[in-house]
């Protein structure tokens, strides 16, 4: 069993930055692949970005490529979600999600744990 905890979300202007940290507890958190999805008022569930156990391999959805990356300190078993030059429609609640498999994916399906989420709230 891992358990997910998100922060870091918050209100910022169109054009800012932020990070959104997740931190994992459980049994061998630190190995598992962990992504970051979104979920927009009235929208599905969205993948963001997802690293591999060892931080060595990273993907990105196109909405947020080249201006978001996804890291891990597994000494810390923390996994961060870096987005620069946000934009209104990146609003949404940002979740974390793991999985035991040591593979990225990008459906919400293919992660069986998940945090509560961490709003993010970008003004124009």
């Known amino acids: 069993q891992v358990q997910l905890v998100e922060s870091g979300g918050g209100l910022v202007q169109a054009g800012g930055s932020l990070r959104l940290s997740c931190v994992a507890s459980?049994?061998?958190?630190?190995?598992?692949?962990m992504a970051w999805f979104r979920q927009a008022p009235g929208k599905e569930r969205a993948f963001v970005a997802a690293v591999s156990r060892w931080g060595d391999s990273t993907y990105y959805a196109d909405s947020v490529k080249g201006r978001s990356t996804i890291s891990r300190d597994n000494a810390k078993n923390t996994v961060y979600l870096r987005m620069n030059s946000l934009k209104p429609e990146d609003t949404a609640v940002y979740y974390c999600?793991?999985?035991?498999?040591?593979?990225?994916?990008?459906?919400?399906?293919?992660?069986?744990?998940w945090g509560q989420g961490t709003q993010v709230t970008v003004s124009s």
């Open positions: 459980g049994r061998a958190a630190s190995t598992y692949t």
């Open positions: 999600a793991a999985r035991s498999f040591d593979a990225i994916a990008t459906t919400t399906g293919d992660y069986r744990y």
